[in-house]
């Protein structure tokens, strides 16, 4: 699903890497929880070699910030997207609910997630998801460990330039200004015409907003010739 973002920073000689996290994409057997997400994360940002920025959408921006706020490594800029509400309550509980529904369908919910996705994607993205694997199974599991993460709290110990990239109709978006006020450091970054899955909606606007923090963080390691 990060394809289009790492040829974008590939382009611009930023050297990036997308680790799959427990239960997801080559990692699909093995069960989801927060420290194996932690001990994924962590991995790749010491592969790296140096400081960091870091990305994440949707569960991967809630595990972002839990990470971001707790690392030693030296991070020095934290992108954060589709993850502006506290997933906690009625809310919660309800996706939860849904969830449990879909992995109860004869196909594990297969054709009603292909379904949505083609509906909601375009077809690179689409294709870019297949390939990596779309996994139903994690779901709940990834509900349940999320609700016992606190962003608000994340955020206000990360210091470090934080950027809150939501698309404009996405429904995790609610609490995006509690969100930014507890930032040392944020600024809020809404993407036109895109849903929850901002990154593969409106990859070339993403990936401009990565590049520029990068650029920010890090003067003169974005080759000029990306903003040609």
């Known amino acids: 699903m990060w394809r289009p973002q790492l040829a974008a920073l590939e382009e611009a000689g930023v050297p990036a890497l997308a680790p799959d996290l427990p239960g997801h994409g080559e990692r699909a057997?093995?069960?989801?929880?927060?420290?194996?997400?932690?001990?994924?994360?962590?991995?790749?940002?010491?592969?790296?070699?140096?400081?960091?920025?870091v990305v994440g959408l949707s569960l991967g921006g809630y595990l972002t910030l839990d990470w971001a706020a707790r690392t030693q490594q030296r991070v020095v800029g934290v992108v954060a997207a589709g993850c502006s509400t506290r997933p906690r309550g009625p809310g919660l509980a309800a996706y939860r609910r849904v969830a449990a529904l879909i992995a109860r369908l004869p196909d594990g919910g297969r054709w009603l997630n292909d379904t949505l996705a083609r509906v909601a994607l375009p077809p690179a993205a689409l294709a870019d998801l297949h390939e990596g694997g779309m996994e139903l199974g994690v779901m709940d599991a990834a509900l349940a460990a999320v609700g016992g993460l606190d962003p608000i709290a994340d955020l206000r110990a990360?210091?470090?330039?934080?950027?809150?990239?939501?698309?404009?109709?996405?429904?995790?978006?609610?609490?995006?200004?509690?969100?930014?006020?507890?930032?040392?450091?944020?600024?809020?970054?809404?993407?036109?015409?895109?849903?929850?899955l901002v990154s593969l909606v409106r990859p070339e606007a993403f990936s401009r907003i990565v590049l520029d923090l990068v650029e920010e963080v890090a003067p003169g390691s974005v080759r000029t010739a990306r903003s040609a």
């Open 158 to 196: 990360i210091d470090a330039p934080v950027r809150l990239v939501n698309g404009r109709w996405d429904h995790f978006r609610t609490q995006e200004r509690r969100f930014l006020a507890a930032c040392r450091d944020g600024r809020l970054e809404i993407v036109p015409g895109a849903t929850h």
């Open 29 to 53: 057997g093995e069960p989801f929880t927060v420290d194996g997400a932690r001990a994924a994360v962590e991995e790749a940002a010491r592969a790296a070699g140096g400081a960091v920025v």
